[in-house]
């Protein structure tokens, strides 16, 4: 696949997991200083690693929110706590990967977490 392919294909996947208003509000914020990392963000993390046949995305979203507890990066596990409704988890299956990140990341970030989570259902009403 060239690289406009695969911009291309991360643009819809980033779609279809993010929301249309995420990748939006992205768009319009790019700027000169920042538009090779939109482009290289796109291709690589979207039109290459999500779009993989290997995991399916109720799996990738799995994984990403563990990272991102076990990390603490609160910025990107709230992106995904939303994303990962468009990719079939629930809020009890959410429950149980921050309670499984509680054993290997620690007490703290999964306490951090489940606050975080509760503040997106609240967001999004649900």
């Not at 992205?26 to 046949?53: H, L």
Request: proline share 2%; net charge neutral.
């Amino acid at each position: 696949m060239d690289d406009k392919t695969r911009f291309e294909q991360g643009t819809k996947v980033r779609r279809q997991v993010l929301g249309d208003a995420w990748v939006d509000k992205s768009e319009k914020g790019k700027t000169e200083f920042n538009a090779d990392w939109i482009d290289f963000i796109s291709r690589t993390a979207w039109g290459d690693v999500w779009s993989r046949p290997g995991l399916d995305r109720r799996t990738r979203s799995v994984i990403v929110l563990t990272s991102t507890i076990s990390t603490r990066n609160w910025e990107e596990f709230k992106l995904h706590v939303r994303a990962s409704f468009n990719n079939g988890l629930t809020k009890e299956e959410l429950a149980e990967i921050i309670l499984q990140c509680a054993i290997y990341a620690g007490v703290p970030p999964a306490n951090h977490a489940f606050k975080l989570a509760q503040e997106v259902f609240t967001e999004m009403g649900i």
